[in-house]
């Protein structure tokens, strides 16, 4: 079955950095585009950034656009988030997942990022 | 920007109840891939509908879906207990962006 699984996060001062994994298996990960989506304390879903299956493209919201790096590695079946310059407002639960025709049909659970001083 | 959504939305078990997700033409209304999400308190969000109408396997077909110009809807018919929770809706916005709803909290009476 279709399995994504997030790890990495955690608190972090304002500034630093911070990088998130996610492991997949059940399918063929190098054969989907996957997504992050964060979603802060009480509040709603807010999409993060996107990669094409074989890691020739990436787009990111403005609100993480030239802080944030989405990779992957389709030989470890892994992909990633490169969090830089953290700011309070990126305190939130970051979830990966896959891609389906623009929607996202599996999630992983999920990893919290608090950033504080 | 974020796509508007009621906040809360209510009915009683074995009723209906239809939540509304309005957008732009350059979200909702310029592409058919709208999907909505339903999440429970503390869980990861589950896909309940995908390009506007569709329906994942396993989702019940008291679930379904439908868009009119800038504005899409979710319908739940034969409200039960568990249906109780957060939907969101969401868009393809072009040029590789994605834009969700501002979320609708449902409660069975």
């Known amino acids: 079955q279709v399995q994504l699984v997030e790890s990495g996060g955690g608190v972090v001062q304002p500034g630093r950095s911070l990088r998130l994994s996610c492991a997949a298996s059940?399918?063929?990960?190098?054969?989907?585009?996957m997504h992050w989506v964060r979603q802060a304390p009480g509040k709603g879903l807010e999409w993060v950034a996107v990669?094409?299956?074989?890691?020739?493209?990436?787009y990111y919201a403005e609100s993480v656009k030239g802080r944030f790096t989405i990779s992957r590695d389709n030989s470890k079946n892994t992909l990633y988030l490169q969090m830089n310059s953290l700011r309070a407002e990126d305190t939130a639960v970051y979830y990966c997942?896959?891609?389906?025709?623009?929607?996202?049909?599996?999630w992983g659970q999920g990893t919290l990022v608090t950033v504080s001083s | 920007s974020a796509l508007t959504q009621p906040p809360s939305a209510s009915g009683s078990p074995g009723q209906s109840v239809t939540i509304s997700c309005t957008g732009t033409?350059?979200?909702?209304?310029?592409?058919?891939?709208v999907s909505w999400y339903q999440q429970h308190p503390g869980k990861a969000p589950k896909l309940m509908i995908y390009?506007?109408?569709k329906r994942p396997s396993g989702v019940p077909d008291r679930f379904s879906g439908s868009k009119s110009g800038n504005t899409a809807s979710l319908t739940v018919s034969g409200l039960q207990a568990e249906d109780e929770a957060d939907y969101y809706c969401?868009?393809?916005?072009?040029?590789?962006?994605?834009?969700f709803g501002t979320g609708t909290k449902v409660t069975v009476l």
């Open positions: 997942a896959r891609d389906v025709l623009f929607a996202y049909d599996y």
């Open positions: 059940g399918f063929s990960f190098s054969s989907y585009g």
């Open positions: 990669i094409y299956y074989d890691g020739s493209n990436k």
């Open positions: 033409s350059s979200d909702v209304g310029g592409y058919n891939y």
């Open positions: 390009e506007v109408i």
């Open positions: 969401s868009s393809y916005a072009g040029s590789n962006n994605f834009v």
